[in-house]
Each structure stands twice: as structure tokens, then as C-alpha cells.
């Protein structure tokens, strides 16, 4: 019999259930989890991030319902297809934890449209939900902020629990590599898991200075279009190497110094 103690979930283990590739997908993802708790964007047990299982067309990993990010494990996600059935999930003792329909919803669109797309990251923080309730916007105020001069946006229509929402998200999201979605929250994706950190990790930097500098209820100094669209482009994927190439092992590192929990 599985035990639950009062601190720590006993979870079967899945490494010796898949691939090779699939589990270190599974130990990255685990790992997003946790730096997104350690970065403070989490939202205890909701918002989602899903990673593509390698070699399995249509099948991503996502969080199991009612799991905080902190204790999220290589071992605990639930594989699913794109049309919300789970193919495999560990056991957790006395829970039965399953998937959200809202994540489920958000991640399948952009999973089944995307095939270059490995990773989604979707949060509520303060800061993104606060600057996604401004008509304005997110502004290119600052260096970090202009590298998503281009953003997209999805206008909110309800918690995402119909099928008929997921062409419209993949729509407004287009060629981006970030959304926000108006009055809700902020949404980035990645080739890789490292990338699709990366970029959510600049975006919430990106709302933390905007709302810190309106604050200041002091006139807000402009960069010139041309400066914008000139850096906006040395962010590119065709001008520089990925995002999250070189600091994803060190943070790692750092995770395993912390706990390297994640892992099992």
C-alpha cells in the first residue's frame, strides 16, 4: 500500500514505464515546475505547464490537479493526448488526482497546432495579471521589455472550458513566442522547456518593471520606434543562439542543490 504522510506524497515511480527520452522530458518539466515556484509565478495548484512527450505524436505531459509546483516529480505528471485522454499517470496513494479542463483546453490547442512547440507555460501571477487588466498593455519601457515589442493578445472570453476557444487562441498567439491573455493571465511557449522559461521568466521581469515604473506616477520616458523595432530584432531566433541554451543546466544546478526531489 502507497503511503501519504503529512508532508510528502508517496507517488509510484515511472521511470522504468518510459522511454528514455520521455523521462528526461519528465525531469525537465518537473524541473520548470519548480523554478516556477522558486521564481514566485506560481498559483499554488493551478495554471499549467506541458512539455510534448518525444516520440509520441500528439501525447505532452501536464501537472497532476491538486499537486503544489513545489512537489512536483519527474514521476507525478499525467501523459495526455490532445483530445484530453490520459495515457498513463502514476499512482498517488489516497488521491485519484486527474488533469484541469482549463489546462487541458490551453495546452492541447497549442500542442495540436504547433508541432515545433515542446513546451507551454501559462500563469496567474500579480504582475502579469495586472498588466494583462491594462488596456495599454505591456509597454516597451525598458531593454527586457522590448524583446516582446511584438506581443500577441487573446481577449477574454470566460475560463477556458470550450473546445471552440482553441482556435482562437492559436490565432491571436500566431508566429509569437508570447501572449498575454487579457484580464487572466500571461502565456509563453518554447522549442525547448529551457526556452519557454526563459521567455516567461523576461516577460514577468518585463510586467514587475512596467508596473514599478507607473507607480512612480512620474511621466514615462519614450524610446524612439526605430530603437524599439531595432532591438525587438536582436532578440530573434535568426540573430542569436536559442534562449535558455546556456543558463537551463545551471539552473539545474541549482535546483539540485536545493532539492533535487524533482527528479525522482
Known sequence: MLETSDKVLKITPMRDRVSPAEWKARVDLAACYRLVAHYEMADMMANHISARVPGEEGAFLINPYGMMYEEITASSLIKIDVKGEILDKPSYGD???????????????????????????????????????LECGLLPLNQTSMRFVRIAYHEYEGVALSEEEKARL??????????????????????????????????????????AAMACNSPLHPVPQAILDATYQNYQPNVRRPYGVMEWPGLLRMLDRRDPSYRE
Request: some cysteine; proline content about 1%.
Open 95 to 133: 488521491f485519484d488526482y486527474g488533469i484541469n479542463r482549463a489546462g487541458y483546453v490551453i495546452h492541447s490547442a497549442i500542442h495540436e497546432a504547433k508541432h515545433d512547440v515542446d513546451c507551454v507555460i501559462h500563469t496567474h501571477t500579480w504582475p502579469g495579471m495586472a498588466v494583462s487588466s
Open 170 to 211: 492559436v490565432a491571436d498567439l500566431g508566429d509569437n513566442n508570447a501572449m498575454i491573455l487579457r484580464n487572466h493571465g500571461l502565456l509563453t511557449i518554447g522549442r525547448t522547456i529551457g526556452e519557454a522559461f526563459n521567455a516567461m521568466h523576461r516577460l514577468e521581469l518585463s510586467c514587475k518593471a512596467q508596473l
